[in-house]
């Protein structure tokens, strides 16, 4: 559904099919710089990421002519066409699936902050069961 207010900011987790650990070092480097990039018509820069073996996590603010689902395969698309560009084995296989949920003003820079410490999260726990634990 797209929306029509101009400061929602969304927090979208994205993860490779069966958490396959396929997204490596080098890919990842290629995937951050699509995602810092992103073609969105923002007015200024409006992306936090972090991108871990089997999934990223993109917080943006999403333009009111885009819903997270146009946002989610927009995403998947771009990553594929630059894997495919710089010559890294083309598309990853992405679970159909994905997590969104909405962040407000006032919870933005714990948002960030949490995104900045999913390396270390994920050492303790993996996606799948923080995914069960989100209700997926």
């Known amino acids: 559904m797209i929306h029509s207010h101009s400061n929602i900011w969304t927090h979208l987790v994205l993860w490779t099919k069966d958490h396959a650990h396929a997204i490596t070092s080098e890919k990842g480097a290629c995937i951050k710089k699509v995602l810092e990039d992103l073609p969105l018509n923002f007015s200024e820069k409006q992306v936090h990421l972090s991108v871990l073996p089997d999934h990223l996590h993109l917080l943006i603010k999403v333009p009111g002519s885009v ?3 146009q946002l989610a395969q927009q995403v998947k698309h771009m990553i594929c066409a630059k894997l495919a560009e ?49 209700g997926l």
């Open 67 to 69: 819903s997270v689902d």
């Open 86 to 134: 710089e010559g890294l084995q083309g598309c990853l296989e992405w679970d159909e699936e994905y997590y969104a949920h909405s962040v407000s003003l006032n919870r933005l820079s714990t948002e960030k902050s949490l995104l900045d410490r999913q390396e270390y999260k994920h050492k303790e726990i993996s996606l799948s069961e923080e995914l069960k634990f989100l």
